[in-house]
């Protein structure tokens, strides 16, 4: 476990150096193509700088919003925060994770968060109402895990910098195409700019994807072990992770770009497969199954 968290930090300062690259690249071409150029490295550094640590100190900020989550409270959620609690003296973390809840049919859940002692465990209101106590304390576990191991560092991080490094390539399309519409003169310096940025745009999605798979699918195996370490009730997850694989709701705010994050994908239509694929985000239910059984 100590060796997995360890790689977990280092694959976060391999991330964001990336991501860092990636941004001061794209700000670069930005730059140049609104005739910039003496000093686009510069803004283009600063930029990146400035995005990518606002962006891993409010990235736990920025998935709650995007999925429109809303804090627990120990009047709504008696049950929710007592399974907390419990399981903090299992776990052996220090620092109580803040709950949130969204509001979606869709049972389901993940774990946010910089490290343990900023992080955040979300779940639906369906996975409340539709799992019984020791399926629930089995879902709330496995995000306890990630949240021991470090895996959501990494989830976080992916998540926030993909959507943020998919939405400068979209701006910079745009922007080279408006430059190269008004200024005819130039016509085969926008023209390289514009394949750049056309470029940029197809392969964020693909980086997206790739970056995601490197958060590695075998999080979610060692999460589910350590989840079982901390219940003793391996029967609470299986039971769990096959209501909620089996549950047809869809759920409205979920993206492509945090769907990683989930216990189960949120997308009900790349559930339906029996093994792993090679660009599934998620081992197979079974497959998850069949490791949980073999733990007994």
Same mark, same amino acid.
């Given at each position: 476990?100590?060796?997995d968290?360890?790689?977990?930090?280092?694959?976060?300062?391999?991330?964001?150096?990336?991501?860092?690259t990636?941004?001061?690249?794209?700000?670069?071409?930005?730059?140049?193509?609104f005739?910039?150029?003496?000093?686009?490295?510069?803004?283009?550094?600063?930029?990146?700088?400035?995005?990518?640590?606002?962006?891993?100190?409010?990235?736990?900020?920025?998935?709650?919003?995007?999925?429109?989550?809303?804090?627990?409270?120990?009047? *709504?959620?008696?049950?929710?925060?007592?399974?907390?609690?419990?399981l903090?003296?299992?776990?052996?973390? *220090?620092?109580?994770?803040?709950?949130?809840?969204?509001?979606?049919?869709?049972?389901?859940?993940?774990?946010?968060?910089?490290?343990?002692?900023?992080?955040?465990?979300?779940?639906?209101?369906?996975?409340?109402?539709?799992?019984?106590?020791?399926?629930?304390?089995?879902?709330?576990?496995? *995000?306890?895990?990630?949240?021991?191991?470090?895996?959501?560092?990494?989830?976080?991080?992916?998540?926030?910098?993909?959507?943020?490094?998919?939405?400068?390539?979209?701006?910079?399309?745009?922007?080279?195409?408006?430059?190269?519409?008004?200024?005819?003169?130039?016509?085969?310096?926008?023209?390289?700019?514009?394949?750049?940025?056309?470029?940029?745009?197809?392969?964020?999605?693909l980086?997206?994807?790739?970056?995601?798979?490197?958060?590695?699918?075998?999080?979610?195996?060692?999460?589910?072990?350590?989840?079982?370490?901390?219940?003793?009730?391996?029967?609470?997850?299986?039971?769990?992770?096959?209501?909620?694989?089996?549950?047809?709701?869809?759920?409205?705010?979920?993206?492509?770009?945090?769907?990683?994050?989930?216990?189960?994908?949120?997308?009900?239509?790349?559930?339906?497969?029996?093994?792993?694929?090679?660009?599934?985000?998620?081992?197979?239910?079974?497959?998850?199954?069949?490791?949980?059984?073999?733990?007994?």
């Amino acid at each position: 476990m100590y060796e997995d968290i360890r790689k977990n930090k280092m694959k976060t300062g391999m991330i964001v150096f990336g991501f860092l690259t990636m941004i001061t690249l794209i700000i670069y071409y930005i730059c140049n193509a609104f005739g910039y150029s003496e000093y686009s490295i510069i803004i283009a550094l600063i930029f990146s700088i400035i995005s990518t640590i606002a962006t891993y100190y409010n990235c736990d900020k920025v998935v709650l919003a995007s999925v429109k989550a809303r804090p627990a409270t120990r009047e *709504e959620d008696l049950q929710l925060t007592n399974i907390l609690e419990g399981l903090m003296v299992t776990s052996g973390l *220090e620092n109580k994770p803040r709950l949130y809840v969204v509001d979606s049919n869709q049972p389901n859940a993940f774990a946010t968060g910089r490290n343990p002692e900023n992080a955040v465990i979300c779940v639906t209101t369906g996975l409340i109402q539709k799992l019984n106590y020791y399926e629930l304390e089995g879902v709330v576990a496995h *995000e306890l895990a990630h949240i021991k191991n470090y895996d959501i560092m990494v989830s976080a991080v992916v998540s926030v910098m993909v959507g943020f490094v998919v939405m400068l390539s979209d701006t910079f399309l745009r922007v080279t195409y408006r430059r190269r519409r008004n200024d005819d003169d130039n016509g085969s310096a926008n023209a390289i700019i514009m394949i750049i940025g056309l470029i940029c745009l197809i392969i964020s999605p693909l980086v997206s994807q790739l970056i995601q798979l490197a958060v590695s699918r075998r999080r979610e195996y060692l999460a589910d072990a350590t989840a079982i370490s901390f219940t003793r009730n391996p029967d609470g997850l299986i039971s769990a992770l096959r209501k909620i694989s089996s549950d047809d709701t869809t759920m409205a705010t979920a993206s492509e770009s945090s769907a990683h994050m989930f216990i189960v994908t949120p997308f009900k239509n790349k559930r339906k497969t029996d093994r792993s694929s090679l660009f599934s985000t998620h081992p197979a239910i079974e497959e998850r199954i069949q490791a949980i059984e073999n733990l007994k």
